[in-house]
């Protein structure tokens, strides 16, 4: 796959929203600048001067949709954003601050043509204060941002997109001369512990850093506690010692607050603390900065979990990126925060923030709605060996903890994810042992400084399934948590082996508290299977798959946690899988559309009664049989179902689904669940839209669309519904001849390919195939016919990665050798594909569609003839229509 790097520049325009009074009565001033930003790309490096820019609105990527086109790779490089600042003249008085809340990956921004700061790293703030302003309506503003790949800067690779772009909020901010801030980490400068909290009182620690541009001599700093009512309950003060320098560090007395109402996820319960500079001598208000905190106190046991507050809870729920279907990561904040209610609605009370720290508001969530969160910095698959690196990654762990510090929703602060994954040095034993310890000594180095910036939370490193080679490393015994990200059952072994995995690494580290950090199948919501596999991408064998998982770690106390892999779809452009470019591991679409997923786990951990039926996204069916499975997810005792106006069996909820067998009819199908808990009545309704496919044309049958070699169905983007194919026989429909194609050695499906197919949108259609194929046989009376042949050549492509993302162990790289195939087609012994070439006429795994109409004059029907050349025949997929 190629990489192409670019680079891009913003510019602005901006009229100041505050009038002189009010900016003169205000302390502090945050205004957003989001709005009419000048854009252009830099391919070429011709410079922003040179560029054709158009006009957007920030957040802003410039990879929102070519990450999901037909060609591999994605723009990496500069982009350029430019915006003129009109600015009140009463604000020459004051510190004037950009405030980024993240740009990836490095930033230089520019004032008047002078650098006036930068960053490093795509997913944490940044301040860049503004000077040698002008103030006559020209100020210009130019911000050059560039994703490339920095082998200095993490992520170096991933399974997730390296989106460009200024793609969280920008503010200014206009400050007096004097005023809190942390300017070295993009924080305001106040942090907030709260310590020996117990059910009879709490401390309050308040310490930060004060800029002194005003040089003045006596400050006092106050912090007030209210409330969730507004009700003053506590004061602290401190007042400087004639201290003239131009930072201040500064830290209260403690505050003791009596019968704390404490703040978990059932009772999310917010304090706030306003914390204010004044002028000790003239008593003026220099700064004010208001914050919220919740008292709370925890731990984790390596036997018996986490508990907070003194009760025992297991922490359930997902990971989260941060990406949203065809937006990026550009994505507002509302929408960030309807993830967080999702998942409350689902019954969890833990994100983990992955992989790296993301948006303001989805904290300020978890705050207000009672979930707790572990943070990370991406440190992901590998790292470079260099002091740039480490430094770094160590400045972004910083940056993280200084940023997040404030928030009661935080419980663990993380700093990798599967680093073994990309392993360096494999057939250098010796080489590779440096390379191990280098991650060791990073990992010992990060994890010292995250427990001395914050002393309250705990630590952990997530990694993949070799638990051996992360013990040997010795990355078992340095965080305070150790995370495991297990997928038995989807990449490899079976959904059984997961409980007994789990045994096996608490046993082996009895004393180190865990979380299951990742698990999840990849669920395609178009993709449907009577009889599940793993790795078929089905809806059925997800349910499976989680029913699985959700047992076994209800059953372990010792399993502080749990974390779904992942609360919805996200892009990840280097990805083939039936959905190119994206990993359909979440519980929601990339749209976020919920799938049954999704209503398993509302049905196991929601504390309000609960009843759905499980359409999903599956509300268009067909097959030859009109008895179809209607499942509803419930917590209730028992369901009665009601199709079409009547009323079925009251059939018991077990493992938190019931089950019908159900006559559907050719149509729409009305489908009701209700159930009766304690004399209340709750109900779910849905409507199914069935397409009953007779075995012949002979009995009705007018179309048919058929997968070669699949086990599954699939609905295309027209809503067209793929039945598998059937082997033939009399007076029926089906393939004669012919081998299922399977991958060799693949470890992964066990039938059918997961390349991305060019040019199309429905890529099931044409990645499974037979081999081989002699004939297909469709009984089909007198008339005419409309025969579509779907083609794709799966094998080739030179060197292929088979298990690019296998968390249980890599298999090396192997060459696929595409085959010499060449072949005719014939359909009622009249020759329609002459000297078919997939491999040499088209590519390898592109799609091909021939259309051809037949008159069907007797009574054999329609006949297709495979007679090879070279090789051996395929066909992926075939549509009969009768015209």
Known sequence: MKTNLFVFLFFVSFTPLFSQQKVEKEPRILISVNKEWQFAKDPIAKGSAQLKYATVNIPHTWN?????DDVPGYYRGVGYYKKKLTLAASWKNKQIYLDF????????VLINGKVAGGHKGGYTGFLVPLNNLKFDGNDELIVKV?????????????????????????????????HFVDEQYGSNGVYIATTNVNDAEATVNVKGRIKNLAYKKLLTVTSDILDARGKHIAHSKWTNNANTSQQIDFELPPITVKRPNLWSPENPYLYQVITKVTDAQTGELLDEVKTNIGFRYFNFDAEKGFFLNGKSVKLIGASRHQDFAKMGNAVPAELQVKDVELLKQMGGNFLRVAHYPQDQ???????????????????????????????????MQLEMIKQNFNHPSVIIWAYMNEVLLKMHFGKEPERKKIY??????????LEDLTREADPTRYTMIANHGDVAGYTNAGLTKIPMIVGWNLYQGWYGGKIEDFGLGLDKIHAAMPNKPMIVTEYGADVDPRIHADNPIRFDKSLAYGI?????????????????GAAAWNLSDFNSETRAETMPSINNKGLLTLDRKPKNTYFLYVANFSKNPYLKIGDGSWKIRSATTSIQNIAVFSNLDSVTLVVNGKRLSKNPVVDHIANWQVELNTGKNKIEAIANQNGRIFNDQSEINFILQPQSFYKGLSSLNLLMGSQRQFIDDKNLVWLPNEIYEKAGWGSIGGEVFKIKN???????????????????????????INAYQISAPKGKYEVTLHFAELMGNGIQTVLPYNLDSLVAEGKEVPPQRIFDVYLNDKPIIKGLNLAAKYGVARSVKMKFECIVSDDKGLRLTFKAIAGQPVLNALQVRKL
């Open 361 to 395: 508001a989805v904290l300020n969530a978890c705050d207000k709605l009672g979930i707790l969160t572990s943070v990370e910095i991406p440190v992901v698959n590998e790292i470079t060996e260099n002091q740039a690196f480490y430094d770094n990654c160590k400045h």
């Open 436 to 445: 191990l310890k280098n991650i060791e000594n990073l990992a010992q180095q």
């Open 746 to 772: 693949s470890g992964r499906q066990q039938y059918g390919s997961d390349k991305d197919i060019r040019g199309t949108q429905n890529d099931p259609i044409y990645q499974t195939q037979l081999v081989g």
């Open 146 to 178: 560039d994703n490339s790949h920095d082998e200095n800067i993490p992520p170096l690779t991933g399974d997730f997109t390296f989106f460009g772009g200024i793609y969280r909020n920008v503010n200014l901010i206009a400050v007096n001369k004097t």
């Open 544 to 560: 499976k798959y989680h029913q699985g998982y959700i047992k076994d770690i209800l059953k372990r106390p010792f399993v502080a």
């Open 101 to 108: 809340g993240a740009a990836n990956q490095e930033t230089t």
């Open 64 to 68: 929102a949709f070519d990450v999901l």
